[in-house]
C-alpha cells in the first residue's frame, strides 16, 4: 500500500504536484537517453569493455535499454489498469533504482548490459504513465501545456547529461563515466516524495466503481471543499461528464476480437494505430540515431576530435532545451496537427541538407572541413524544429486520443511502439552510417517527407477538447479520412462537442 496525504495539497498546488511527476520522470527519461552517448567514447570505459569497439556489440548495449523500456511499456498496460496510475509510476521508479545502481557499479559488460535492461524497463513504465495520470488530472484548457513541459523536462536533462559528458571530459578513469551513470539517483530523491501528496487518477477511480474516492479527488483538483462539493457546478458536472462517457462506453463495450476488427462504436482500434503512428514517427525520424551517437558521428563522419564533438554534442543539447520549451507556447495555440505537419516538411530538409554536405565533403576533401560545418549547423537545427513539434506532441497526443477503458492499453501500446522502433533503430544507425556514409541521412529525409501526408489524410486535431470528447469525434466520424471534416481538424472546440457535453451532464444523475 502506498503510504498519501489524501487533503493537504488542493487546487492549483495540486495539479502542480502532479506535473512535477511527470516532469521528473521525463527528467529521468531525457538523462537516460543523453547519457551513454559521453559514456561509449569514454577512454576508461572502452579499456574497461572492449567489446564496445565492434559496432554490432555497441548497438546491442545501448539499444538493451530501449528493449528494456519496450518491455516496461507492455507491463504497464497491465499495471496501470489493474493497480492504478500512481502505483504503476511507483513500481517503475523503483526499477529505475535498480538499474541506475547497476550501472554504475559494472564491472563486467552482462552487468551493464542487465542494468540497461532493467533502467530502461523502468523508464518503461513511467513514459506510458506519468503522462497518462497527468492527462486525466489536468483541466482540458490546460492539458497540452502540462503535458508539453514533461517532453521538455526530458530534454532539459538529455541536455544536462551532454554538458556533463563535456565537463567530464577533462577527468581521466572511471570517474569520467562512473559519475553520471550515478547521478540520475538525484531523480528517485524528489519524486518519492511528491507521489506521497497525490492522489490515484479521478477516472481511473470511477472506472473501477470507486466513485466516492473520484469525487473526492475531483474535489481537490478543483479546490472544493467537502461541504460544497454537491453544489459546486464545475465538481458536478465533470464527475457527471466523466460517469456518462464512461456508461456510453460501457454499454457499446463489445470483445478484443471486435474492437481489432474496427466494430465497436468508439473506434477503439483506430484511435491505437494513430497513438502508435505518431510515436513510430517520431522514432524513424531520426532522433535517437542522433541522440545517442552524435559524439560518435562528429567524429567519425564530420571529423572533428572528441572534445570538440562533446561540446558541439552539449551546444546542440542546449538549443534543443531552449526549442523544446517553445513548445509550451505553441502546443494549443497552433495545435498538434499544425505542429505535426510542419515539422515533418522542416526535419526532411534538415536531413536532405546533411546528406548531401555529407557526401559533398567525402568527394572534395578540400571542403570537408566547411561541409562539416554545414552539416553540424544542420543538425543544430534539426533539433530547433524536432522539439517544438514531433518531439513533444506524439507524448500528448497518445495521452489524449485513446478512451478511458482504452487509454492505459494505448499509452502502452503507443509508448511500446517509441521504444521497440527506437531498439530498431539505435541497433542499424552504427551500422548503417559505416556502409551507407551520407546515404544514410537520405533514408531519414525520405522518411521524414512521408509523415506530411499521413497527418494530413488520416489525424484530426485533439487540442482545447476535453478527453470525453474523443469519443464524440471517432463515434460521429466513421471514415478514417479528416480531409475537409470541420469538427476533426480545426483548432478551437467546435459546438456539437459542447452539446454533447451538457448533454451528458444533464442526463446522468448525481449519486454518491
Not at 359 to 366: F, M, R
Request: overall charge positive; aromatic content about 12%.
Amino acid at each position: 500500500m502506498i503510504m498519501s496525504f489524501p487533503h493537504r495539497v488542493t487546487g492549483n498546488r495540486l495539479i502542480a504536484l502532479i506535473t512535477l511527476v511527470d516532469a521528473v520522470s521525463a527528467c529521468w527519461f531525457g538523462y537516460c537517453q543523453g547519457v551513454f552517448a559521453g559514456v561509449l567514447v569514454s577512454a576508461d570505459f572502452q579499456r574497461l569493455f572492449p567489446q564496445i569497439e565492434d559496432g554490432n556489440v555497441s548497438g546491442a548495449v545501448t539499444s538493451c535499454f530501449l528493449l528494456g523500456a519496450f518491455v516496461g511499456a507492455i507491463m504497464a498496460f497491465l499495471l496501470g489498469d489493474r493497480a492504478g496510475r500512481k502505483k504503476a509510476i511507483v513500481f517503475g521508479h523503483v526499477c529505475n533504482v535498480i538499474g541506475a545502481t547497476l550501472q554504475f557499479l559494472s564491472w563486467s559488460l552482462p552487468q551493464m548490459v542487465m542494468g540497461r535492461f532493467v533502467n530502461g524497463m523502468g523508464i518503461g513504465i513511467t513514459s506510458t504513465m506519468s503522462p497518462v495520470y497527468l492527462a486525466e488530472c489536468a483541466h482540458s484548457n490546460l492539458r497540452g501545456r502540462l503535458l508539453v513541459i514533461g517532453a521538455s523536462s526530458n530534454v532539459s536533462c538529455f541536455c544536462l547529461a551532454n554538458w556533463i559528458s563535456y565537463a567530464l571530459y577533462f577527468q581521466s578513469g572511471a570517474w569520467q563515466w562512473r559519475f553520471p551513470l550515478a547521478l540520475q539517483l538525484i531523480f528517485p530523491v524528489v519524486i518519492f516524495p511528491v507521489l506521497l501528496f497525490v492522489p490515484e487518477s479521478p477516472r481511473w477511480l470511477l472506472l473501477h466503481g470507486r466513485d466516492e474516492a473520484a469525487l473526492q479527488v475531483i474535489m481537490r483538483l478543483n479546490d472544493a471543499a467537502d461541504s460544497d462539493s454537491i453544489d459546486n457546478p464545475v465538481v458536478t458536472a465533470e464527475y457527471r461528464s466523466i460517469k456518462a462517457a464512461i456508461q456510453i462506453e460501457r454499454e457499446s463495450c463489445v470483445s478484443t476480437t471486435d474492437v481489432l476488427r474496427h466494430r465497436d462504436k468508439t473506434q477503439n482500434f483506430r484511435r491505437l494505430l494513430l497513438s502508435c503512428g505518431t510515436q513510430f514517427m517520431q522514432q524513424f525520424s531520426g532522433i535517437n540515431a542522433l541522440g545517442f551517437y552524435l559524439p560518435t558521428l562528429l567524429q567519425e563522419n564530420v571529423g572533428f576530435d572528441q572534445q570538440m564533438s562533446r561540446l558541439l554534442t552539449a551546444v546542440s543539447g542546449t538549443v534543443y532545451l531552449a526549442a523544446a520549451f517553445c513548445s509550451i507556447l505553441v502546443i494549443d495555440r497552433v495545435g498538434r496537427r499544425r505542429l505535426m505537419l510542419l515539422g515533418s516538411l522542416a526535419m526532411s530538409s534538415c536531413h536532405l541538407v546533411s546528406a548531401l554536405c555529407l557526401k559533398v565533403g567525402e568527394e572534395e576533401h578540400s571542403r570537408m572541413r566547411t561541409m562539416g560545418i554545414v552539416t553540424v549547423t544542420m543538425f543544430i537545427l534539426y533539433h530547433v524544429v524536432f522539439a517544438p513539434t514531433w518531439g513533444g506532441v506524439p507524448w500528448v497526443y497518445s495521452a489524449e486520443v485513446n478512451s478511458l477503458g482504452w487509454r492505459s492499453r494505448g499509452a502502452a501500446a503507443a509508448t511500446a511502439t517509441n521504444w521497440l522502433m527506437g531498439f530498431v533503430v539505435v541497433q542499424f544507425t552504427k551500422v548503417g552510417i559505416d556502409n551507407l556514409h551520407w546515404a544514410f541521412y537520405l533514408i531519414f529525409a525520405v522518411i521524414c517527407f512521408t509523415y506530411f501526408p499521413i497527418v494530413f489524410c488520416f489525424y484530426p486535431e485533439t487540442s482545447r477538447r476535453t478527453l470525453e470528447d474523443m469519443d464524440q469525434i471517432f463515434i460521429h466520424n466513421r471514415s478514417w479520412f479528416v480531409i475537409g471534416k470541420t469538427d476533426m481538424i480545426q483548432r478551437n472546440r467546435p459546438q456539437a462537442f459542447l452539446d454533447a457535453e451538457m448533454s451528458r451532464i444533464a442526463g446522468e444523475g448525481f449519486e454518491r
